[in-house]
């Protein structure tokens, strides 16, 4: 009988084998509990995989989010008091909820956040999703199927930077996947050194760190220590580029030819947004036929720049003559204030994470292309 | 923390008398808190069995059994599992109940009392039960500012960075809106510091640097320009760390702290390792002690050094610092006779920024730097009579 009992459980193993062999995923994803430490930057992958940066536990996270329902429709969402929102579902009151990221699914429009639950050392990851019914839940990995990368170069948990913190909360700005590369910004060191960290997906090997130099416009000089804050693959004259929004506040084009396998690379700064502020996201949209990119900035309204403009644009070496001055491809502010975060929505709409500035909520919103 | 062990009111309970929702006259249905779930006991175990025929998924009993917070409008229920067992329904949240929010359950008891057709069951009164809870604060140490570095008065007027240390782990969001500098005629000195949205906290969030802005302190860039250095020397400067700041349990600050302090001419050299005074230990228990000739990035100074025997093995030990310009070295066991080499962290910086590779405010060109060997000196124990100097400084 045990003899039977062996066999019969061999056989039933060997069924379900087969549909659950790591080896199968062409990804290199396996199930099992992903130990999220922290969730900031969020990007999307291949066959709608989801990235997730984890500075805190410095890796990066492929997670299978199996986002797999498709919703066509070209309406706008609305949740006004965003964070309260998530605030109540998740237990807490809002000052404890703090949203880093905000994407897009583009199957379903399901809406994806980043959020820290509270503000202690302890803070809890939670990566939230909301469905076109506005309904919440929890992006659950605990057992999920997922990939992670290590990201090296990352202090240990005991090193300290010189003011004390480690420089993981800064060490991931923002992710871009780009036929399969994923490129990661971010800070490598207290002294400023602004990093492209270039992974190959699925995950595999070591990543290449990237030291980016730009001409920055606001300060005058060619600088490596100018952070990059947000990224955005782009198409640029029929070769694909990667466009980077620095604070304070150049925004320059990498080609992606030049950043393979390269230690150090000279980016070109094709504008100067205008100094005191920081991009703060970055999204590629439609508008009258034309490719335009929107960009989010911290202390400035949503920016609207024409793709064929900056495939026009020669590369700046020359400062502003003063600050908050712009200069380089022409730009247009929009009347969007307020607004943080940013991804395409659906044709008609890019959702939007919006402070009001008449009443202080927060809001999450659908911006309207055809008044961007 | 689980805070489930700091929950100092462990159940508050609301109990109705329902005398008709079941066949026992006289039962009593409860809501409490306590175990970090929610919990309705004393059900009629036959009722919920056929309630459950009818509805038994997790949307089901947010319906019937919506715990809240009481801020919000009740839209919204917190993330959690609903559970049924014999006569108990409980509901365990997702993430623990955080003290300081206040808390609503609700049992709509005429849910129950609906009639299946199976089981006659009148109306009840009250037909919803309620329940208002939070839970107590992990800590109740009133928070407080602990100590500010640079610890000394004098500064250099292109000092990098302040740290303040707290007793307890603090939040985030509070950085730029309570610490304050000002000058003399007590004038706000404005965008003095770099705002960063990530906030430079340690691990435990008990401590917090803010950093002077590197382009109002580098001479050139437009921020020193068009505003100047923020400090400035023959000036004296008030750090101010205004009450109110909470820290993880909900407790803020009481009191203002105030740090006075003068500049004085920039820094623009890296520290001189060669004209550091070293002691070395007097006996196999006494510590070495290394002093500076300037004050020292007082979190660097706590991973500045690292001691080799004559054998190549590392020395374990504790590096001791009370002040911004010495420090002294506890080793765990003895010392061994030994010729001992001290190397220091060429990160090692001083107050201005400068580490021993580089000075913070130098031209960079477009070349990729290539960091120099560590300075390092040499000590022997025992030593003849401790003086100054009596190590050997070289730098490689």
């Given amino acids: 009988m045990k003899k039977l009992y062996l066999i019969l459980l061999g056989i039933v193993s060997g069924l379900f084998a087969s549909g659950t062999d790591p080896i199968a995923n062409p990804y290199g994803l396996s199930p099992g509990k992903a130990d999220l430490k922290s969730a900031g930057a969020l990007a999307l992958g291949p066959d709608g995989i989801l990235f997730v940066a984890d500075t805190k536990g410095a890796a990066i996270f492929a997670f299978d989010v199996k986002d797999t329902s498709r919703d066509t429709v070209s309406t706008a969402i609305e949740i006004k008091n965003i964070d309260k929102t998530v605030a109540a579902f998740l237990g807490v009151g809002p000052e404890d909820v703090q949203i880093n990221d905000l994407l897009v699914h583009p199957n379903s429009q399901n809406i994806y956040l980043s959020i820290s639950r509270g503000k202690s050392a302890d803070a809890i990851p939670v990566i939230i999703r909301i469905n076109r019914n506005k309904e919440l839940s929890e ?3 605990d057992d999920i199927w997922f990939a992670k990368a290590d990201i090296r170069n990352v202090p240990g948990v005991d090193d300290k930077t010189s003011w004390g913190a480690p420089k993981r909360p800064m060490s991931i700005t923002d992710m871009s996947y780009v036929d399969g590369i994923l490129y990661v910004a971010g800070l490598s060191n207290e002294e400023f050194a602004s990093r492209l960290r270039i992974l190959n997906f699925p995950f595999k090997g070591d990543h ?13 000089r060619y600088e490596t220590h100018a952070p990059i804050e947000t990224l955005l693959p782009l198409t640029l004259n029929n070769q694909p580029h990667v466009l980077a929004g620095y604070g304070c506040a150049p925004l320059a084009k990498f080609s992606v030819s030049d950043l393979t396998g390269k230690k150090h690379v000279k980016g070109h700064t094709l504008a100067e947004l205008g100094g005191g ?10 508008r009258k036929g034309e490719d335009h990119v929107a960009i989010a900035n911290s202390n400035r309204s949503v920016y609207k720049i024409k793709v064929s403009d900056l495939e026009k644009s020669e590369p700046l070496t020359t400062p502003v003559n003063d600050i908050y001055v712009s200069s380089g491809t022409p730009f247009v502010a929009t009347g969007f204030v307020g607004v943080m975060q940013i991804d395409n929505l659906n044709k008609n709409f890019i959702a939007a994470i919006q402070r009001d500035i008449q009443t202080g909520a927060l809001n999450l919103v659908s911006l309207p292309k055809r008044w961007l | 923390m689980n805070l489930c062990t700091k929950i100092l009111q462990p159940w508050i309970v609301v109990a109705v008398f329902l005398s008709f929702v079941s066949k026992g006259v006289g039962q009593t249905i409860v809501l409490e808190f306590s175990g970090n779930k929610v919990w309705i006991k004393n059900l009629d175990e036959e009722v919920l069995h056929t309630f459950c025929r009818y509805y038994n998924k997790q949307e089901d009993w947010r319906e019937v059994f919506p715990v809240t917070t009481a801020e ?5 229920t917190i993330d959690g599992t609903y559970e049924v067992s014999g006569s108990t329904i409980s509901f365990a949240p997702r993430f623990p109940f955080s003290p ?9 008891t005429e849910a129950l009392v609906n009639n299946y057709n199976e089981i006659y069951l009148p109306m009840v009164d009250p037909a919803t ?3 208002r809870f939070s839970v107590s604060p992990p800590m109740v140490i009133e928070p407080a500012v602990a100590a500010i570095y640079p610890s000394g008065d004098i500064l250099p007027e292109n000092l990098l960075k302040f740290h303040v240390y707290f007793n307890s782990s603090m939040t985030r969001g509070e950085v730029y809106d309570r610490i304050t500098l000002k000058d003399r005629k007590g004038n706000r000195i404005e965008k003095a510091f770099l705002v960063m949205d990530q906030e430079f906290w340690d691990d435990d969030m008990k401590v917090v640097t803010v950093l002077f802005d590197p382009g109002r302190i580098k001479r050139g860039l437009r921020p020193n320009l068009e505003m100047g250095p923020a400090l400035k020397a023959g000036e004296v400067y008030t750090l101010t760390i205004n009450a109110g700041w909470k820290n993880i349990g909900g407790q803020k600050t009481k009191h203002i702290y105030e740090k006075h302090f003068t500049c004085v001419a920039a820094d623009r050299e890296s520290p001189k ?9 007097a006996s196999a228990q006494d510590p070495l002690t290394v002093h500076f000739n300037e004050g020292l990035d007082r979190i660097l100074l706590s991973d500045a050094l690292r001691i080799i025997d004559s054998n190549g093995n590392a020395v374990k030990g504790e590096i001791v610092c009370n002040n911004d310009s010495s420090l002294q070295f506890l080793p765990l066991a003895p010392w061994k006779k030994s010729q001992y080499v001290v190397s220091v962290n060429p990160l090692l910086e001083d107050l201005a920024g400068n580490n021993l590779n580089r000075v913070f405010d130098e031209d960079v060109s477009s070349e990729v730097r290539q960091d120099k060997a560590d300075a390092s000196f040499t000590f022997f124990f025992p030593s003849a009579i401790p003086e100054t100097n009596s190590g050997t400084v070289s730098r490689k």
């Fill in chain 2, 100 to 108: 300081g929010v206040r808390y609503h359950a609700e049992f709509h």
């Fill in chain 2, 273 to 281: 390792v060669e004209s550091w005074i070293v002691v070395p230990p």
């Fill in chain 2, 72 to 76: 919000s409008d009740g839209e919204i």
């Fill in chain 2, 129 to 131: 039960l309620h329940l």
């Fill in chain 1, 277 to 286: 502020s920081r991009p703060l996201d970055m999204v590629l949209f439609k």
């Fill in chain 1, 208 to 220: 290449t760190d990237t030291s980016v130099e730009i001409f920055h416009t606001s300060h005058n």
């Fill in chain 1, 139 to 141: 992006m659950k990995t």
